[in-house]
């Protein structure tokens, strides 16, 4: 068979792919529900990610719930003081957002940049804990350094995940897609910067090996 739709065709395959995003980000959503399973619907979210970005996808949930399952004890660990961060800086917004003056002026910049890193460290923290079977400070530190030992691309992580959400909100085709698929194909981007650093850190890390023999 040859045409379009033959299974080697660069459209079955950009379908495919479509389709495995649309799963993906239904899955996280569902296992997100619970709100304290959320850390670990994101370990299992970045893993299926780059499996699909890699080509190396197998059964979506298959993947998904393996991941998911083996993750959720460290995640529950990682993600209850990120919730606790999360809201202390929800209720901090509200509060100087009613506060007039230069000093709450400087209180709701604070607010912002720290809320930025709330979410870098978020996109850092999960896959380490996906890759890491150590304790939860470990991933915490791990996740600290990486965010400021790269920080032009820790600044790019931040950049896209504001024009996914800035455009969702403008955007009512990019909302629709958004909706389907937005967390999955996040994942996807973001995906290739970590693996990007992922890989140098691994690298670095034999290196010093190799000097310590």
Known sequence: MTGAF?????LFRIVDKAVSLVK????????SIPLVTGGAALCALHVTAVRI????EGYIFRDFWNV???KLALSLRLWVPLMAAA???????MFWRNVEGNFAAGMRVMVWVLSGIWIVLVIYIFPLAARM??????????????LF?????????????????AAGIL??????????????????VHGKMLLWIFEKEEALYKIVQLHKK
């Open 171 to 188: 955007w009512t085709p990019v909302f629709c897609v958004g909706a389907l698929a937005g967390g999955a194909l996040a994942a996807v």
């Open 53 to 56: 970005l890699k080509n190396e």
């Open 149 to 165: 030992k790269y920080l032009p691309q820790s600044v790019y992580l931040l950049f896209i995940t504001g024009v996914f959400f």
């Open 133 to 146: 079977d150590t304790a939860a400070g470990v991933i915490y530190r791990s996740g600290i350094l990486l």
């Open 6 to 10: 033959h299974i080697e065709s660069r």
């Open 24 to 31: 993906l980000n239904i899955l996280w959503i569902l296992f």
């Open 87 to 93: 809201a202390a800086l929800f209720l901090d917004g």
């Open 68 to 70: 998911f399952r083996d």
